[in-house]
């Protein structure tokens, strides 16, 4: 069964920075796509970023709102996903999920689906 | 980016009643290898999303076959044949044809 566990999320003032960690459990994480999603309180879904695994050249994307700002990293000897957040604004405050992804379609034809979430991590940045 | 418009999106159901929730891309999402690149993900009160249907019309492992969906292009709809109490949440689409990925705003199901 497919386990996924994040951590790190704090109070942090504006400006300030975060890192993120998301330990997986019950895969072959070397060959795992992973996602990060966050939840503003009491709103929608918001996708923050992707990383495809290194087999697939380990590249990542990243959601409109947080290019520039927030960098997602791996350590596939600890199966783990980090999410690096930097000069976080008040709008950055959420529920974090990571979540790992699977092609259900053709591997490599668009993105894959969001299989196993989380339960999160809450950031609150305020001053 | 692509922008996913969902309708209603507050939507009280009877038990045993119908339910449809739709979905609008500004973009196709109908890759040329005939997939539509549109999934629907359910999130309970309290807990994590959930994927229900992949790739505009096929269920998720384990999602009840009273859940079903449908459409080409940029219309999409989530059937739920009778609803039943255990499916109220905030049901999401979410296009995967391409990054950024984007979600609709949610549609919130709640029992009358």
């Known amino acids: 069964e497919v386990h996924l566990v994040e951590s790190g999320g704090d109070l942090v003032k504006p400006g300030g920075s975060l890192r993120l960690s998301c330990e997986v459990s019950g895969i072959n994480f070397v060959a795992a796509w992973m996602s990060w999603v966050r939840q503003a309180p009491g709103k929608g879904l918001e996708w923050v970023g992707r990383?495809?695994?290194?087999?697939?050249?380990?590249?990542?994307d990243y959601g409109t709102p947080v290019k520039g700002r927030f960098t997602i990293s791996r350590d596939d000897s600890k199966n783990t996903i980090y999410l690096q957040m930097n000069g976080l604004e008040t709008a950055d405050a959420g529920l974090y999920f990571c979540?790992?992804?699977?092609?259900?379609?053709?591997?490599?034809?668009?993105?894959?689906?969001?299989?196993?979430w989380g339960q999160g991590t809450l950031v609150t940045v305020s001053s | 980016d692509i922008v996913m418009t969902q309708s209603p999106l507050s939507l009280p159901v009877t038990p045993g009643e119908p339910a449809s929730i739709s979905c609008r891309s500004t973009?196709?999402?109908?890759?040329?290898?005939?997939?539509?690149?549109l999934d629907w993900y359910l999130q309970k009160p309290g807990q994590s999303p959930q994927l229900l249907i992949y790739?505009?019309?096929n269920r998720a492992s384990g999602v009840p076959d009273r859940f079903s969906g449908s459409g080409s292009g940029t219309e999409f709809t989530l059937k739920i044949s009778r609803v039943e109490t255990e499916d109220v949440g905030i049901y999401y689409c979410m296009q995967s044809l391409q990054t950024p990925r984007t979600f609709g705003q949610g549609t919130k199901v709640e029992i009358k």
């Open positions: 790739l505009g019309s």
């Open positions: 990383m495809k695994s290194r087999g697939s050249g380990g590249t990542t």
């Open positions: 973009q196709s999402l109908l890759h040329n290898n005939e997939n539509n690149f």
């Open positions: 979540a790992h992804l699977s092609f259900f379609g053709a591997y490599g034809v668009g993105e894959p689906q969001l299989t196993t």
